[in-house]
């Protein structure tokens, strides 16, 4: 039996990286998944993941703007009649030391990484709690816990998370609804392949298993937290980074 048979999944941020790693171990496992980005590659990503037997189709969704996370959750509900699983998993970064930070770059950060939170749950909450069941897992990251140089909003945005999932949870356990997040550690992306290479070398470098995370790794972690069996753990950060800050 698949993990996710018949289930509805939004993955946000799915049209590349660890989100089109999650929508691909997802479908897999039987999941409906709407693949939400602000890039039309999305589309392109849906049709090769479908390509392969998997039930996933694109919407342009911005996280950060409530009235198109309300239209898109509309039209899922029209659809299907339910949302199992929200993946919050869109994120960006614009990286600079504090001394040359734009109030825009700090301000951009935080609305895409932090507001989302608190729109995709008001759209998405009202239809778990009147299935009785959900599982909204956020994506955190190593750097919210130890750090890194440049990345004082990136990092702020990223604890932000872990913050808003520990609330989260004591709110909406009654109905049935677990909230979780994953903290990556470092994951070979369009993100990561950005970084020069002596500091992805450097980064790898300090990995106990010996290599870089791919985006299914990710998918994976994603996918026990979103499974039924995972039921009774709720407030939790997994940590994923193959041992680099255990
Ligand atoms: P990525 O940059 O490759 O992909 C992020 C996706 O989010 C892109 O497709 C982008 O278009 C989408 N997105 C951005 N703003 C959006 C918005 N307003 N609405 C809808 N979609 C939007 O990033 P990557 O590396 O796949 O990371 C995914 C998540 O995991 C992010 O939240 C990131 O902060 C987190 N993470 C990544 C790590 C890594 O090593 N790659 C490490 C720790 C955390």
Redesign the pocket.
């Known amino acids: 039996m698949k993990k996710l048979e018949g289930q509805v999944v939004i993955v ?8 089109e790693g999650i929508c691909k171990v997802f479908c897999n496992e039987g999941a409906i998944v709407a693949l ?4 039309d590659e ?1 589309q392109k990503t849906a049709d090769k993941i479908a390509k392969n037997g998997g039930k996933i189709f694109y919407q342009n ?4 703007n409530q009235e198109s996370v309300d239209m898109a959750v509309a039209k899922l509900i029209s659809e299907y009649g339910k949302i199992d699983v929200l993946i919050n ?5 614009r990286d600079r030391s504090i001394l040359k930070m734009s109030r825009e770059e700090w301000d951009q950060v935080m609305h ?2 932090v507001d ?1 939170l608190y729109i995709t749950a008001k759209a998405v909450v009202p239809h778990m709690k009147a299935a009785n069941y959900g599982r909204i897992i956020s ?5 919210a816990f130890q750090g890194a140089f440049g990345q004082t909003n ?1 990092s702020a945005s ?1 604890a932000a998370i872990v913050g808003f999932t520990h609330s989260l949870c004591r709110e909406v356990g009654k109905y049935n609804i677990t909230v979780n997040a994953v ?5 070979k ?4 392949d950005s970084m020069p290479q002596d500091v992805i070398q450097a980064g790898i470098s300090m990995i106990p298993v010996g290599r870089i ?1 791919t ?1 299914e790794d990710m998918g994976h972690a994603y996918l026990f937290l979103a499974s039924k069996e995972a039921g009774f753990i709720s407030g939790h950060t997994l940590h994923a980074n193959g041992g680099a800050m255990p």
């Open positions: 946000t941020g799915g049209a590349r990286g660890i989100g939400w980005d602000v890039l999305g969704v911005d996280v950060s998993n869109a994120g960006i970064i895409v990484n989302s994506a955190s990251s190593v750097n990136y990223k903290a990556p550690g470092f994951i992306t369009e993100m990561t995370g985006p």
